[in-house]
């Protein structure tokens, strides 16, 4: 059995992809209530959430979901700064943060050490 199917047969990837296409369809639909910077931030959040499910989804290799990983805890990053210091995008940024570590936390839970056993 592979590192990610878990023993109910579920493959975890793809569990990680669909929640991950959740989350870009949420932040689409939330852009549509926003105004400002939110707004804007919702929309080009919520395209590469799916286009990111898509791409390491159809992948499916442990490097993409690396890369993937790496793309979130930037993002996560990046969020920190805007929420310091622009009081208009705060709560998005701090939702970005906890959403990006938990992101970030999945898909190197899918990856695992590298290391072979």
């Known amino acids: 059995m592979s590192r990610r199917t878990s023993t109910t047969g579920v ?3 793809a569990v990680v992809e669909v ?3 959740g989350i870009g369809v949420a932040h689409l639909l ?3 209530r926003a105004l400002g910077r939110p707004a804007v931030l919702g929309r080009v959040l919520g395209v590469r959430q799916l286009s990111q499910s898509t791409i390491t989804g159809r992948a499916g290799t442990p490097e993409a979901h690396t890369l993937g990983a790496v793309v979130d805890a930037v ?3 990046t969020m920190v700064p805007l929420a310091l210091f622009d009081r208009q995008s705060r709560r998005f940024a701090v939702r970005q943060v906890w959403i990006a570590t938990l992101l970030t936390v999945l898909e190197v839970a899918l990856v ?3 290391r072979r056993r």
């Open 19 to 21: 929640l991950r296409a």
């Open 75 to 77: 993002h996560g990053l």
């Open 30 to 32: 939330g852009a549509r």
């Open 11 to 13: 493959d975890r990837a």
């Open 112 to 114: 695992g050490t590298g």
